[in-house]
């Protein structure tokens, strides 16, 4: 049960029995099939350990060095809940790095000098070799949460007060592969497990443990998994086109948006680019009425996300609604049909099976503008 308060109820997912085998190998634990697998099939779902919020991060004045704020925290937190039950340190003994002999290898841990005093104060009271291990057992283990965050109206919706950090247990047996056969989603602190293709019985069980967007450019995967030891040496790249241009190119005319567009276009070199440069695009051609080449557009965006992510990443689904109302408005309702129900098919993979799920979850996304077409939403009813 979630501790914290969703927007929407979790669909009810139970694990598959014995559909996973916990194995050791070379580079420590993994996870591999140990049957047959069909698409959508749940393997674990579980409730984070510990969790900080975004907003409880945002709290926290920084200073200049005021790195890793949010995995401070979450070793505050844990700390204090081993303190307050000393067998809650057992949860971690999975955890990376295992031993003292793994810990040597790797380089210390920093964060902002205010905040490190707090937290050489919380580990002092821990046992000495947990305390050397707890902050990289962070480091290495936290993920970032995020409710919906595929979602095109997650930054107006109840779902963006979910997003943070958290520590999840049985996570930790799914390695990295920029092929990942499994998909992760969060719903407040709970994670849930799910294959986005059929595995065979043995094969190695997956995920990303970056953006799926950033795996079609090994660079950009490079650049993203620098946070971590593992990664070969090699050239590394950012995306371009992140947070901070997003938001500049929103501020700008429909117009000079489309000219911006135009240029940065030219020099893209990476997918994740391309694929945001063109649904900015879809959406800048929406403000200004141009509803077929919005449609053209958001059609374009979702054939690359199918093609270059993931099977059944949820972001094809995200993609597919709003390429499904672009071309209903652009009076290719029996296309719009086809692309709803595909989005339908990739989400039921992705996160869970049900109608009322599926129109639930994008019920804000169906609202933005142009609003969906009741003809288009019948199609979900039928």
Known sequence: APALPLPFRTPQLRPARHAVRVV?????????????????????????????????????????????????????RIASRINEDPSFAAELSMLFPRTDEE????????????????????????????????????????????????????????????????????????????EPNVARWHCGDIVCFRTNRAVEAGEALTVSYVASQLLPDPAAARGALSHFDFVAGGEEASPAVDAEAQAQLMMLSPSERLATIAQAEAAASLFADRLELTIQKAAALQSNGDASEAAEAWLT???????????????????????????????????????????????????????????????ADFLLPPEAPEELLETLIT
């Open 301 to 363: 965006a979702v054939l690359a996300a199918s093609e270059w992510l993931p099977p059944n990443d949820e972001q094809v689904a995200a993609i597919g609604v709003q390429c499904a109302k672009a071309l209903a408005h652009a009076d290719g309702l029996e296309a719009a049909r086809a692309v709803l129900k595909a989005a339908y098919a990739s989400h039921t993979i992705s996160f869970g099976p049900g109608v009322r799920l599926f129109a639930r979850r994008y019920e």
């Open 24 to 76: 050791r190998h070379l580079s420590g634990l993994g996870a591999v099939a140990a049957k047959d697998l069909p698409a959508g099939t749940t393997l674990v779902c579980e409730k984070a350990l510990a969790m900080v919020l975004d907003a409880q991060v945002a709290e926290i004045e920084e200073d200049d060095d005021g790195d890793n704020a949010d995995s401070a925290l979450l070793i505050l």
């Open 103 to 178: 810990l040597s290898k790797l380089r210390p841990w920093r964060c902002a000098p205010h905040l490190r005093s707090l937290v050489d104060a919380a580990l002092s009271t821990l046992d000495d070799s947990l305390a050397k291990r707890l902050p990289h057992i962070v480091r290495y283990n936290a993920v970032s949460c995020e409710t919906g965050g595929e979602l095109y109206s997650h930054a107006t919706s109840p779902e963006a007060l979910l997003s943070g950090i958290a520590l999840f247990r049985d996570s930790s047996v799914f390695n990295h592969s920029n």
